[in-house]
């Protein structure tokens, strides 16, 4: 088979496994596709664009102005694609990006789409060279084409994880440095990547070896963030939803499920194995919007200006009022169609 197809073969496989990867993290408040395909796309534009507008001999041949121009360029996808998330949120009411875990779930996808990006222009360009006795299968280059995504998608990941805690910030000085250590970060990690993974001549065990160091610090770095992130998350449902349960905007059962990842899902389950598509397509909206209630929520809490926190705060009236009109629409249809309790 022709190297072109299996190259769009493997990439599509990757790009299909590591959004499956992505949502799977984002375990609290499920990302829409949409926006990590508005992101996913950004990061490829950044990636084509980039070698357009930067001289070669900066691009391949230097090691700092490389990993600069790259992550810069980077920067620039997940900046966008946050803002353009951003705007949508004004439009509509209320914001769809809230925070660090958003910030590591978009800047990921730019990541993804960066390196397949990357990949593609490199197969079209220059082609594979194939090597004695190597695979030449349809996926045979998942296990290289899977590896760059990773370490793109890490770095992406540290860019986005930087605006994201700078939109959770206090104070402005937070706000302005935090997107810079993201994007300082990034070049680090790029820079002791390469070292790690291309430098010297090392083969055998030690060049494998020094490979997985130069992947593991990076996405140790990246895991402890979303650790941390999601923990956050989870505080934020413990303290703002409780007060929603007497309004009826969270039921006790519904807040129990929210701070159970795997009741919730065994609950979405149950409705898929029903065959009630639509049930469960409501029940993750609602819940989602639940969750995004309480971050909107803990976030109003933590501002120090007044006019800030009232902005916010009608953000939370209009999610509100939202969440209502969700929870009469999935009644309606439960009655509809005769089903008992999630």
Known sequence: MPSIASTLATTLLVVVVYFWVVRLVDMNEKEPLWAMGLLFGLGAAASLALPLVVPPQLLDLSAVPSAVF???ARFGAVGAGIYALTVYGRIR???EF??????????????LGFATAAELRAEILFGVVSLPGASV???AGFGRIALSGLADGVL??????????AVDARTWIARALLPVAGVAGAVLAHLGYAALAHGDALAGSAGLIRAYVAFGLPVAAVVATVVLALRAERAAIRRQLPSEVEAGVVSAEELALLQNVT??????TRQLLRGRVGRWR???????RQVQLALI???????????????????VGRLREHVLASKHALGQEQATTGGGVP
């Open 70 to 72: 790259r992550e810069l």
């Open 93 to 95: 009411g209320w914001q």
């Open 98 to 111: 809230n925070g660090t875990m958003d910030g590591v779930v978009y800047g990921a996808c730019a990541g």
């Open 137 to 139: 299968g349809l996926f």
């Open 156 to 165: 992406g990941a540290a860019i986005g994880a930087g605006i994201g805690a």
């Open 263 to 268: 009741a919730r899902t065994a609950s979405y």
């Open 282 to 288: 409501g029940l993750k909206r609602l819940h989602n």
């Open 297 to 315: 929520k803990d976030k109003a809490a933590r501002q120090l200006d007044d006019a800030s926190r009232q902005a916010i705060e009608q953000e």
